[in-house]
């Protein structure tokens, strides 16, 4: 949710802020500005709408300085509107700001009290105000001001200031909500996202809960809230800017798509041990076998996890929940020593699925994170850390990530199947053999793919969608529709096929276009009656298939093809033509396929 930028050093601050903020539109947003000092003031321009708007009206009013920093909104506090944006001035103190203030309402009153007024609805600017309050109070520096103004605040934030009486620096502070300082030679970033400074520096440091720091373009001073030095080092990230393009396709979303076979290829990688049918989880042991997992997520990630639920039962033969994040910690949760959590995350800043975390473990638990952002929150708030390296995703809507988490799973439920002795090392060696092929079977599944165009214009004026699948295809079935309620803005649902009886069927008419996963293996005959349902009642099936399955296309009016695959490794292909019916079907309705309307990226709000 919303953006972070920006800049001191010796370039045009209003050049390297609107392109940071380019990169962050992924994030989604509804308002936006930057705040540039200028000859001893700081000089702001904002708006409701997206950054075109921000574009124009620069071009009308443009800022010169040196340092800088600006924003995307996504409105929490207030709707969007001119006034609600940030940045939010108060006398000589300009703050941007990601995350809730709880105790916004009480700061309020106090200040009103005091004298102060209020221009907009936000929570946002009673930080500026308690800033404010506090240089005017005759605090020795900038942040010492913000440090001062933080610990009256109660809640999730990653903020930024500048003030007129410091021109040459920019106060930073994180908690709960992402931020990265990068590093270059006479110039500093700030950003609440790498890839919105990729273009300029790969070396970053990322900020730790309660971090407050001071930036210069020759300094960086990192304290805590009451002001005691922390040190932090930089680390070089590996991705380049380019990797943040389109490369030629037309949205982010098709291209990460396509991305998927490398993604999952990539994350895979050094980590198979092919001579004894085994994995490393990068050198990290779980130490004692778990005798429970419990899985913690959130949307798509969720989805993922409840595929790992039938990865680790069925080759650990580990009993594994799966839990919403959202609703963890406020039903008395039961974990305990001999649990292993593992969270889901590609931000890795999810916050309800660190919150999450954070009481598992403090009932005990050991703690694994899945996440795709080095050294992001959950990250380090986990006792162990398998990253998948799927590159930056750029699309709201998640795709390459989830594959790259569903290979991640893979290599957990092999690691401990093979611990616990539940996995034979037969199975082991075929099933690693399997993984091996999963990448091309993906490429060529997607080099496959080109009937999907056609089927979305078929069926792109559907008011509503069932989705069906069986088994670790259940997952998949929830995830294609929730692929195509984000960004085609059409209703549509998914169930294990076996429930349709127990109600959906009520749904089905002529009107209803039914996708039917419905691959070879366990449970393949039921699901085919469970499409002969459908039709008998005129619905219109979309069957998602086994590559050489003739007999299914009687029985449909639609196929989407798929290679063959043991039934646990479907998800990572059967989920791709659903990515691609969600894109074209975006594509053909009009809508925003990599900026969905009211949805952010990174979900740092509860």
Not at 88 to 100: A, M, Q, R
Not at 107 to 130: C, K, M, N, P
Not at 557 to 571: G, I, S, T
Not at 577 to 606: F, I, W
Request: proline share 4%.
């Amino acid at each position: 949710m919303c953006g972070i930028v920006g800049y001191a050093g010796g370039r045009d601050a209003t050049e390297v802020l609107m392109s940071a903020l380019r990169r962050l539109e992924y994030r989604g947003y509804d308002s936006a500005g930057i705040a540039v000092i200028a000859a001893g003031q700081t000089q702001v321009v904002r708006c409701r709408g997206k950054l075109v708007a921000l574009q124009k009206l620069l071009a009308e009013q443009p800022l010169g300085g040196t340092v800088g920093v600006g924003h995307t909104r996504w409105a929490t506090h207030g709707r969007p509107s001119d006034e609600n944006a940030h940045p939010h001035k108060v006398g000589s103190v300009s703050v941007v700001h990601n995350g809730i203030i709880e105790n916004h309402a009480a700061l309020r009153d106090r200040l009103r009290a005091s004298g102060r007024t209020f221009s907009s609805q936000t929570d946002t600017e009673v930080i500026a105000h308690l800033v404010d309050e506090a240089v005017a109070a005759g605090a020795p520096d900038l942040a010492a001001a913000v440090r001062c103004a933080l610990k009256q605040l109660e809640g999730a934030y990653a903020i930024a200031v500048l003030s007129d009486r410091h021109p040459d620096e920019i106060v930073a502070a994180k908690n709960a909500s992402p931020l990265v300082v990068g590093l270059g030679q006479g110039e500093c970033f700030l950003a609440s996202d790498a890839p919105a400074i990729l273009e300029y520096t790969r070396e970053m440091i990322f900020l730790e809960e309660g971090d407050v720091v001071a930036l210069g373009r020759n300094s960086v001073e990192f304290t805590d809230v009451d002001g005691n030095p922390r040190v932090r080092k930089p680390r070089t990230i590996t991705w380049t800017a380019a990797q943040a393009e389109k490369a030629g396709y037309p949205h982010f979303m098709l291209k990460e798509i396509y991305e998927q076979p490398q993604a999952v290829s990539d994350t895979l990688r050094s980590r198979l041990l092919l001579d004894g049918g085994d994995v490393t989880l990068d050198g990290q042991t779980l130490g004692e076998t778990p005798t429970r997992v419990v899985v913690l997520a959130c949307g798509t990630s969720y989805h993922a996890g409840l595929v790992g639920k039938f990865l680790v039962e069925n080759l650990a033969r580990i009993p594994c929940e799966v839990d919403l994040a959202s609703e963890f910690r406020y039903r008395e949760p039961v974990v305990g020593a001999k649990d292993l959590v593992v969270a889901i995350s590609q931000s890795g800043e999810t916050l309800d699925t660190l919150c999450a975390l954070k009481e598992a473990k403090a009932r005990g638990a050991r703690a694994l994170a899945i996440c795709n952002v080095v050294d992001s929150a959950i990250a380090r708030a986990s006792d162990l850390v398998l990253y998948t390296h799927a590159g930056p995703e750029i699309g709201v809507a998640s795709t390459k990530c989830f594959t790259a988490q569903l290979a991640a799973l893979t290599l957990l439920a092999i690691h401990l199947g093979r611990r616990n002795r539940a996995l034979s090392d037969a199975a082991a060696t075929a099933l690693v053999g399997e993984l091996l092929h999963i990448p091309h079977k993906m490429s060529d599944t997607l080099r496959a793919s080109g009937p999907v165009r056609e089927l979305a214009r078929k069926y792109m004026h559907a008011r509503d969608f069932l989705f069906l699948g069986r088994g670790p295809n259940y997952p998949i079935a929830l995830e294609g529709a929730l692929k195509l309620k984000e960004i085609s803005y059409i209703h549509a649902e998914g169930y294990p096929a076996g429930e349709m009886k127990h109600g959906p069927i009520a749904l089905i008419d002529d009107g209803l276009p039914v996708v039917v996963i419905a691959t070879r293996g366990k449970g393949h005959d039921k699901v085919l009656s469970n499409l002969a349902e459908v039709r008998a009642r005129e619905g219109h099936v979309i069957a998602v298939a086994t590559r050489g399955d003739e007999a299914i296309k009687a029985q449909c009016q639609d196929v989407l093809w798929v290679e063959d695959a043991p039934a646990l490794l479907q998800p990572l292909l059967t989920v791709l033509p659903l990515q691609l019916l969600a894109y074209n079907m975006a594509v053909a309705r009009g809508t925003d396929v990599d900026q969905p309307r009211n949805l952010a990226k990174s979900v740092t709000v509860e």
